[in-house]
């Protein structure tokens, strides 16, 4: 317990310039003896200063994102728990201009305005617990408390990452994305990816609720074409290749990988393993990232909660601007001492998001996918 209160106490120092005296920390390791239950007071739960996480937590997110860092719709560490985003859409063609010589001078107010709307970011407060045995950080060799700092960190960029893929806010059992075979607040039990039915609805679930050939295409054997006809479905942010992302799952990615056209892009062209020694981060020009939570589908496009029956494929491309992020509560670490077996381990936060699509008059999708890919 000590050695996770000195990481603790260096963390503070290192990123807010503050030393923690020693009679705190003492404090500290007497309070910790309390124990965790239902009707604790206070003495037992250690607050980690908050300062002390936000930023390096939010700081770790390029090391731990497949593509949070990607996004550039960020509001910030202290976004409010309910904000509205603005949305605009472009300015009008120039038109023909005459000599003003006789007459009142007017204008055609309905040919100028600007079309405008909104999205609202609504945030969710989450939490992880990681309960630690005595055995473990007492016999192992390695640093447990900063693997568990660390793992959390990790998680709660994937849980976000998860969130703005699978989010699906549907309790319909036929129609929620994510669970083809029940209601989803039976398959999603608190603490089973049940952030999966919080805030807005994500990629999969904006495209899916469109039109086939419109904002999402049933791809079947996948070829080369595949996605080029399906970036396409983006028509005017379909040739904005550098803001646009490319999100694959592993086994879809894996099978792109075989077509030809792929293939001889990695043996013969610029950016072949034999030029820079490594895989280029572009595929069909578009910046790609494979995501672990980006799963395998049902022929009808839903998971199955029995994982033999996902054997499908996709892929999205997402316009990145229009996903709209943020954090509101700062991310917390509670420490608990459990006398005699260990101790646990609490992070809660806040987090947000919405995905900008067909706003202020835009009828061009931000959001298209690639289904039923064969693997």
Known sequence: MRKLADKIKALRADIVGAEVAENEMVKYLANANEVEHTTNTGYGKELVPVDALTDSVYNAVPTYATFLDSLPGFHGNN??????????????????NFEWTTGAWIIAQWANRLGT????????????????????TNHSIADVESMVMEDITRQV???AESM??????????????????AVPTATFALGANDHRLLLDNGIRKI??????????????????????????????????????????NGSTYNKTLTITEFKQQYQNGIASTITDGKLTNKLAWVQYVVSRDFGLTEADWKQSATPASNTKGWFAYIRKSAVQWGYWQPIEIDVVKI?????????????????????????????????????
């Open 79 to 96: 976004m409010g728990a309910s904000v509205k985003v603005a949305v605009k859409w472009e300015v009008w063609f120039a038109t023909g």
């Open 117 to 136: 709307g909104d999205v609202t970011i609504t945030q969710a407060p989450m939490i992880i617990s990681v309960d630690i045995s005595k055995k473990l």
């Open 157 to 159: 960029v994937r849980t």
């Open 164 to 181: 703005i893929i699978n989010a699906d806010t549907s309790n319909a059992s036929t129609w929620n994305v994510n669970c083809d075979d």
């Open 207 to 248: 495209a899916l609720a469109g039109t086939v050939n419109v904002d999402y295409k049933d791809v079947g054997t996948l070829e080369f074409d595949d996605f080029i006809i399906t970036r396409g479905l983006l028509n005017d942010y379909s040739y904005d290749l550098e803001n646009l992302l490319l999100i694959f």
């Open 339 to 375: 006398p005699g077996k260990g101790y646990s381990v609490i992070a809660t936060v806040e987090f947000g998001f919405t995905i900008v699509n067909k706003k202020a008059g835009i009828t061009s999708p931000s959001v298209v996918l690639a289904i039923n890919a064969t693997v």
